[in-house]
T-cell receptor
Framework: NAGVTQTPKFRILKIGQSMTLQCTQD?????MYWYRQDPGMGLKLIYY???????DKGEVPNGYNVSRSTTEDFPLRLELAAPSQTSVYFC??????????FGDGTRLSIL | GENVEQHPSTLSVQEGDSAVIKCTYS??????FPWYKQELGKGPQLIID?????GEKKDQRIAVTLNKTAKHFSLHITETQPEDSAVYFC?????????????FGQGTTLQVKP
């Protein structure tokens, strides 16, 4: 099993551009999550999903959108990139009451 | 909602010494507490976890203790080695719904000096 795979690993965007961060998992997990991690800080939840077709806001959802059309995929969309969205983004997945498994992150810079 | 506080933010120990990281949580409905290790350039990796029906769990040099009454849980690493150097995060399961959401502490940067 590959676990949780995130692409791309690195990206530089200009202010106002849009992009989609991809996340896929092959563990048949119902639950999926997107976090951002700013330098020297903990993980803040952006959006999460408890199953295909269901998404909900986390702690810091502004400026982001998600969709969950399949169990495996949970893409995160930035519509109008802003410098405040420069961060490392982690995707994770789990089943009910089990630990979350993380991908290796996407490092995003917005200039 | 749940709030998790983690201390210290940085910890430096000599190789072979023990390291202890402490966390407190606010939601008495939380019943699951994982610890993650994050190495540079990598995602967090689960190293140990504990559920609210036990007070202590060990896995080789790593142990976690839980005090439900005081809402404290701690990570203990014995006989530290340079490869233990990393950022460690505690987390608590959000007890407000069946979402699997974890609330993370702010992280502890552990440095083990050879």
């Amino acid at each position: 099993n590959a676990g949780v795979t995130q692409t791309p690993k690195f990206r530089i965007l200009k202010i106002g551009q849009s992009m989609t961060l991809q996340c896929t998992q092959d563990m048949n997990h119902n639950y999926m999550y997107w976090y951002r991690q700013d330098p020297g800080m903990g993980l803040k939840l952006i959006y999460y999903s408890v199953g295909a077709g269901i998404t909900d806001k986390g702690e810091v959802p502004n400026g982001y959108n998600v969709s969950r059309s399949t169990t495996e995929d949970f893409p995160l969309r930035l519509e109008l990139a802003a410098p405040s969205q420069t961060s490392v983004y982690f995707c994770a997945s789990s089943t009910s009451n089990q630990p979350q498994h993380f991908g290796d992150g996407t490092r995003l810079s917005i200039l | 909602g749940e709030n998790v506080e983690q201390h210290p933010s940085t910890l430096s120990v000599q190789e072979g010494d023990s390291a202890v990281i402490k966390c407190t949580y606010s939601d008495s409905a939380s019943n699951y507490f994982p610890w993650y290790k994050q190495e540079l350039g990598k995602g967090p990796q689960l190293i140990i976890d504990i559920r609210s029906n036990v007070g202590e769990k060990k896995d080789q040099r790593i142990a976690v203790t839980l005090n439900k009454t005081a809402k404290h849980f701690s990570l203990h690493i014995t006989e530290t080695q340079p490869e233990d150097s990393a950022v460690y995060f505690c987390a608590a399961l959000d007890g407000s719904g069946n979402t699997g959401k974890l609330i993370f502490g702010q992280g502890t940067t552990l440095q083990v000096k050879p």
